[in-house]
């Protein structure tokens, strides 16, 4: 039976598909080889956090799979890696960045896991494509929706999104 799960990516650096933005895309398409992609949001250029001064490319999907929560989590380590991205400093610039962010089994707590993501509810660059493909999907935290989430944060950063 395969799980639902909402998936952000982003890319603010050069990799060996080229731009950030068909960084994205490929990551997308590596998606593919986990499970079947069912959407995939428009993308977004936001402005980084932390040190960074590169902007990112944004986007998200949902992936339907038969993998669990922690077969999910190696799987996107692995596609990390293979694009080239290394372990370095935090919110630095990066070819890709795959992260669980929802699934439709709720809430997930390991050690080197927790889904939902412990941000996602304050982080334009993830709300604002997820609502594009997600936008009834509830935060099994608050029971809010990805689309009231969003809105509340669009009201405390009052920046324009730019698809």
């Given amino acids: 039976m395969p799980t639902s799960y909402a998936i952000a990516i982003g890319s603010n650096r050069r990799g060996r598909h080229g731009p950030p933005v068909a960084e994205v895309r490929a990551g997308v398409a590596a998606l593919g080889t986990l499970g079947r992609v069912v959407a995939v949001a428009p993308m977004f250029d936001t402005a980084p956090l932390g040190p960074s001064s590169r902007r990112f490319a944004n986007s ?4 339907e799979t038969a993998l669990d929560p922690p077969g999910l989590l190696a799987a996107l380590k692995r596609i990390e890696r293979e694009f080239g991205r290394r372990r370095g400093q935090r919110w630095g ?6 992260d669980i962010v929802l699934w439709s089994g709720g809430r ?3 050690r080197d896991l927790t889904i ?3 941000a996602f509810r304050e ?9 594009a493909i997600a936008p009834s999907w509830r935060d099994p935290g608050t029971g809010r929706s990805v689309r009231h989430l969003a809105a509340r944060a669009r009201m405390v950063d009052r920046r324009p999104a730019r698809p």
């Fill in 60 to 63: 998200a999907a949902l992936l």
């Fill in 93 to 98: 610039e990066r070819v890709i960045d795959l």
């Fill in 108 to 110: 997930w707590r390991a």
């Fill in 116 to 118: 939902p993501h412990s």
């Fill in 123 to 131: 982080r334009r660059f993830v709300l604002d494509p997820l609502v």
